[in-house]
């Protein structure tokens, strides 16, 4: 394993990582390394730099440095914040679901036989790395699981819920008013749930959808509500 | 070195080999008839009951997870390509993969393309990248809004290197459509949550972007349509009863009004999507959720100071979903509202080409130009460096 000084103070706040993989992680950008290579020929008895062999640290120090200049994913989301995008998230995999069963297993024999009636043995793989491949059946959450010491995961797993805005910041601005979710600067729509007619009427009481008049109120509370 | 072009959507793949004129499109998954036999890709269209199909797509949420999967519908659309059997060796290829794949998986991609088809040479990069290639004019800044099946990214473009710092992604794709118009058609007309195949082509045949949504909604009843379920005697996918047409007789159809413009309209009022389902959160209910144009504001926002009057009237639209009808026009106009107004916004469609192709066809010029030969990576670095230098050569930077 590859492991790198820790960036020095001067460094400490550049946020541009080259991504290399989890088991080769570089730490700085390579213009850093080269500025630094030419002060130590300048000054080839410069103190020597401390070296930190944690790699817990080296990756928390990036993901506070990528935090300071902007609030973006991170163990440092309020557990608001991750109930928001656990319920959203759902919702949105409940929408994906093509069909009630969700997916089905291939066959262990399955394979694509090509014109000449060959078959391309599509599971058995010409290398033991392809192999593994081929033959996986894993889900994304377990990759997800696997690489959660990644530095990059952060990004990754944060663009799914940029849409969101963050409940509360840690923003000083904000303190006062905490809890109140930043403003947009459109109205949410109200949609009736029966019939999609704008609701000016508050929510159901038990389960919080919209209706739009009593009729669709009385239809909606023998059907949709729980 | 002749190049193949291969755009690998979540929902369709294109192929094709850079000198031709069209792509092979071909669906991205292996199906499962009622009877149990599998289709590979377009297969299942030859069938003439689409009834109860279930697809197996190698695609999770837009990262590529199943090559057990991805692998037969390679090799059927590589079949499709050409007379003779072709010869990757000899071959380079350029491919697509979502924004931010998890390094893992693209690895696992590079492994596969050298190891097991073993390619010649080799270029990996997001789809919206290789879009401006098919500009006529100024390539050099473009926003590219790619609104697919399983998401929409927001992608600017400076100068042909993707600015990762401004990639913006909205989960809503058309696969979250197909979702929104099952619950509700389930929910007032007949059941259909078992018929993939089926929503689709209501979606594609009817729904379009209302330009004013409030206005559409009061009047929705001018937007009432027919559509005729499938009987499977004289049609096998439904169609939509043209005025005029002879009624549908004892056909069992559909009348279809708000649903055609509410279901697109939750790009733009993502609340739609969140709000009325059966067991929302209350935390959701009162939640800030951005939509798209909030997105594209954002992107264009987060980029250099200089590109930005530049990105707001370079932007371009691609994908599968950007086929709803009015789907530019709405995001012109929403955008002028947003942006200041001196600034132009300009929504340029794709040129001559389709939106869902638009990325294949970029690629195909790409292999024209002879900038080609500068990034891909050839099959004697790969075996010297391994997968991981791949990664770092074509891998995001992060941010």
Known sequence: MLIEEIPTKRNANSSTVYFTSSINISARPTSRLNQQNSEAQNQPKAKKTKINYNLNDLMNKQIQSSDSSQLSSGPLKSSQQLTLERSATKRLLDLSKETSQSTFDLPKNFEYKNRAGKGTGSRQGNTPGTKKILSARRNLNSYFEEERNLVSINSILGLNYQYLDQLDSTDTNNKGKKNSPTKLSRPRIKLCCICSNLSSYARCNSCGLFFCKIQCYKLHQESRCL | ?399
């Open chain 2, 1 to 399: 070195m002749t190049y193949l072009v291969v755009d690998n959507g979540s929902y369709s793949v294109k192929a094709g080999f850079a000198e031709s004129n069209e792509p092979t499109i071909q669906h991205n998954a292996i199906s499962k008839a009622k009877d149990g036999s599998l289709y590979i890709g377009s297969d299942y269209i030859s069938t003439n009951n689409h009834s109860g199909l279930i697809f197996k797509r190698p695609h999770e949420q837009g990262h590529l997870t199943s090559w057990e999967t991805e692998k037969p519908v390679w090799d059927y659309t590589f079949d499709l390509l050409s007379k003779k059997d072709i010869n990757p060796t000899d071959l380079g290829l350029v491919l697509t993969e979502t924004p931010f794949q998890l390094p893992q998986l693209s690895m696992n991609t590079d492994q596969i393309v050298f190891e097991e088809y073993g390619f010649g040479s080799y270029y990996r990069c997001i789809a919206p990248s290789l879009v401006p290639w098919t500009y006529a004019g100024d390539p050099d800044f473009s926003l590219v809004v790619d609104c697919g099946f399983s998401a929409t990214w927001i992608v600017p473009i400076i100068y042909q290197s993707v600015y990762w710092k401004g990639v913006r992604k909205l989960p809503i794709g058309g696969r979250a459509l197909n979702g929104l118009l099952r619950e509700i058609i389930s929910f007032r007309h007949y059941d259909i949550s078992d018929e993939p195949v089926l929503i689709n082509t209501i979606k594609e045949s009817t729904c379009f972007m209302a330009q004013d949504f409030g206005a559409a909604l009061k009047k929705k009843l001018a937007h009432e349509c027919e559509f005729v379920l499938p009987d499977f005697k004289t049609t096998t996918t439904g169609y939509v009863r043209q005025s005029g047409q002879r009624g549908a007789g004892d056909l069992q159809s559909l009348v279809l009004t708000d649903e055609r413009f509410v279901v697109p309209e939750s790009l733009y009022r993502p609340e739609i999507i969140f709000d009325n389902a059966p067991s929302t959160s209350a935390i959701l209910q009162t939640a800030p959720i951005k939509n798209l144009t909030d997105l594209v504001v954002e992107a264009i926002m987060t980029s250099p100071v200089v590109a930005r009057p530049l990105l707001s009237q370079n932007i371009t639209v691609v994908g599968g979903t950007s086929l709803v009808p009015g789907f530019s026009t709405r995001l012109e106009d929403e955008l002028a509202k947003e942006l200041p107004s001196d600034w132009k916004v300009q929504v340029v469609s794709s040129g001559d080409h389709k939106p869902d192709v638009a990325s294949w066809y970029g690629g195909a010029e790409l292999c024209q130009s002879e900038i080609i030969d500068k990034v891909t990576i050839s099959k004697q670095e790969y075996y010297e460096h391994g997968s991981n230098w791949c990664q770092t050569q074509f891998g995001f930077r992060n941010v």
